[in-house]
């Protein structure tokens, strides 16, 4: 390959991992949101919420971490996709889709042993969260 063709092709890589680190940057912020209000639960209520759903703190706090770097970095990878609504909404149910299935994998384990019940929920929470979340990254984006 000619030194052209290189060098656009580490351009391009370097705005994808540009995108990419924007979309952990944006998850980041969400993700420390959700571990404090978890954490605030705990400190007020106590176990009682966790023990209800067979969760520790430390479980739900991973679950949240995890599931919201995929999602960011997800979000990342479409970014160039953003401009237009149906990117932005495409993305928003692509990271419902890893949330909803993280958070639900957490309580009921592997998606294999899943009742009808979880798998609607993820459906409903896919779509419906999507949507909103699809929303404000359109905004965010052409504002």
Known sequence: MNSKGS?????????K???IRWGLRG??????????WVIAVRAIVGDRPFTANS???????????VVGMMA???????????KWRAGAYAAGVSTGLILSMGIIASVK???????????????????AAGFVVGDAIWKRQNA
């Open 55 to 65: 969760v520790s703190l430390g479980t739900v706090v991973l679950t949240y971490a």
């Open 72 to 82: 960011g970095a997800l979000v990342g990878v479409m970014r160039p996709f953003l």
């Open 27 to 36: 998850s980041l912020v969400v993700t420390g949101i959700y571990c404090g």
């Open 109 to 127: 384990g592997y998606p294999s042993t899943w009742d009808r019940g979880s798998w609607i929920a993820v459906l409903v929470v896919s779509i």
């Open 7 to 15: 060098q656009k092709n580490v351009k391009l890589a370097r705005s």
């Open 17 to 19: 991992l540009a995108d």
